[in-house]
T-cell receptor
Framework: SQQGEEDPQALSIQEGENATMNCSYK?????LQWYRQNSGRGLVHLIL?????REKHSGRLRVTLDTSKKSSSLLITASRAADTASYFC?????????????FGPGTSLSVIP | EPEVTQTPSHQVTQMGQEVILRCVPI?????FYWYRQILGQKVEFLVS????????KSEIFDDQFSVERPDGSNFTLKIRSTKLEDSAMYFC????????????FGEGSWLTVV
């Protein structure tokens, strides 16, 4: 299976702390995307990182990609209560099946005010 | 900012009934997708659609399911005879090109089969 696997499954931190979530995958990818989902809501796209990129930033978000280890990390700095959500990585395979992305099971982040 | 819109937001249906979920993808996008998420579980790929035909589908997308782009703006998912296990949040998504580009999701349609 190409799907990403996030770790940890659940993370609880205090407001102001940094949160790091990791994603591992099994097959070579074209890109990896991170999404956020508030409870019962839709999937909000955060960042797309391509296989030839190592790091991307967007506001308080930093994503890294290590294709040799088949892993990615999402760092949220200076967390806020509003960051409480589930975070998913989704991978697009390099060889075939590039019409879709496959999601991992997600990390549930709780930011305590 | 352009967005994917879905209707209805919530539908309750009797087992065995047909359901149509509707989506309006982002206007200049060419690839369309349906995903589903059973409560508390991960997001699962159902089908991708390009150039008026299915480009890929998962094992979940059996003969009970069909997709259609009836006009230039709508993209629908039909479930012919719903089962209890079809209860889930169904997400429509679109991308400008293939999954190699950002895929944008709608807010979802929550389907409850009773």
């Amino acid at each position: 299976s190409q799907q990403g696997e996030e770790d940890p499954q659940a993370l609880s931190i205090q407001e102001g702390e940094n949160a790091t979530m990791n994603c591992s995958y099994k097959t070579s990818i074209n890109n990896l995307q991170w999404y956020r989902q508030n409870s019962g809501r839709g999937l909000v796209h955060l960042i797309l990182i391509r296989s030839n990129e190592r790091e991307k930033h967007s506001g308080r978000l930093r994503v890294t990609l290590d294709t040799s280890k088949k892993s990615s990390s999402l760092l949220i700095t200076a967390s806020r209560a509003a960051d409480t959500a589930s975070y998913f990585c989704a991978t697009s395979r390099e060889d075939t099946s590039y019409d879709k992305v496959i999601f991992g099971p997600g990390t549930s982040l709780s930011v305590i005010p | 900012e352009p967005e994917v819109t879905q209707t209805p937001s919530h539908q309750v249906t009797q087992m065995g009934q047909e359901v149509i979920l509707r989506c309006v993808p982002i206007s200049n996008h060419l690839y369309f997708y349906w995903y589903r998420q059973i409560l508390g579980q991960k997001v699962e790929f159902l089908v991708s659609f390009y150039n008026n035909e299915i480009s890929e589908k998962s094992e979940i997308f059996d003969d009970q399911f069909s997709v259609e782009r009836p006009d230039g703006s709508n993209f629908t998912l039909k479930i012919r005879s719903t089962k209890l296990e079809d209860s889930a949040m169904y997400f429509c998504a679109s991308s400008e090109w293939t999954g190699r580009n950002t895929i944008y999701f709608g807010e979802g349609s929550w389907l409850t089969v009773v």
